[in-house]
């Protein structure tokens, strides 16, 4: 068993649909990244968070730590919200624990 | 902004070929890593440096070795190019100074091997 899982791996919407992508871990975590990875291979930090709920314009990420979960979300989706949404954990180290990653396709 | 650079977006090269993958970043980091991607495992950690001259073996290194000689290089080496060895290759970076462990991304190299 994967030490980060997410659900689901893939996933389809209509343009304007609320997304929900979300994330289990098993182990202490420091911190729960949400990262973006569009077609051509870049991948960039949406969130890092330890606590709580941070937004940012029609993202948001959410994590409980008592039931080791976190959530992205996305409002209004849009097809540039197309990509992989990848979680990752980090436990006190600077090394990074990836789950597999969903990949959302956006339909206009 | 920080930014990572890896020194291919493509590469193929013939099975037994030395191959080196080359990063850079500019922002003067201490920690840098490794990953390799593939479809439905994810990334995988090759290796990582948290200074120059030093290397620590991640989860897959069999088959790599890296190399730190400045603090803004970080090369991944192929010592035998297998085909098994085909792959997207990630760099990131991270400086453990701001205690954020937020890695920043290079844009990839996806390797063939034939």
């Known amino acids: 068993k994967n030490e980060v899982e997410q659900s689901p791996q893939n996933l389809t919407a209509q343009e304007g649909e609320f997304i929900t992508i979300n994330c289990s871990y098993s182990v202490g975590i420091s911190a729960l990244h949400w990262l973006q990875q569009h077609p051509g291979g870049g991948i960039v930090s949406l969130f890092m968070l330890s606590s709580g709920k941070k937004k940012h314009g029609r993202l948001i990420a959410t994590i409980n730590i008592q039931e080791k979960h976190s959530s992205l979300h996305i409002t209004a989706s849009h097809p540039r919200d197309s990509a992989v949404y990848i979680c990752?954990?980090?436990?006190?180290?600077?090394?990074?624990?990836f789950g597999t990653g969903t990949r959302l396709q956006v339909f206009p | 902004d920080v930014k990572v650079t890896q020194s291919s977006r493509y590469l193929v090269k013939r099975t037994g070929e030395k191959v080196f993958l080359e990063c850079v970043q500019d922002m003067d980091h201490e920690n840098m890593f490794w990953y390799r991607q593939d479809p439905g495992l994810g990334l995988r950690l090759i290796y990582f440096s948290y200074d120059v001259k030093m290397k620590e073996k991640g989860d897959i290194p069999e088959g790599y070795s890296v190399s730190r000689e400045k603090k803004e290089r970080f090369s991944l080496i192929l010592e035998s190019a297998s085909t098994n060895q085909t792959s997207m290759y990630l760099c990131?970076?991270?400086?453990?100074?701001?205690?954020?462990?937020?890695?920043?991304f290079g844009p990839g190299t996806r390797l063939t091997v034939t």
């Open positions: 990131a970076s991270s400086n453990t100074e701001l205690s954020s462990y937020e890695q920043y």
């Open positions: 990752a954990a980090t436990a006190n180290t600077d090394k990074l624990i």
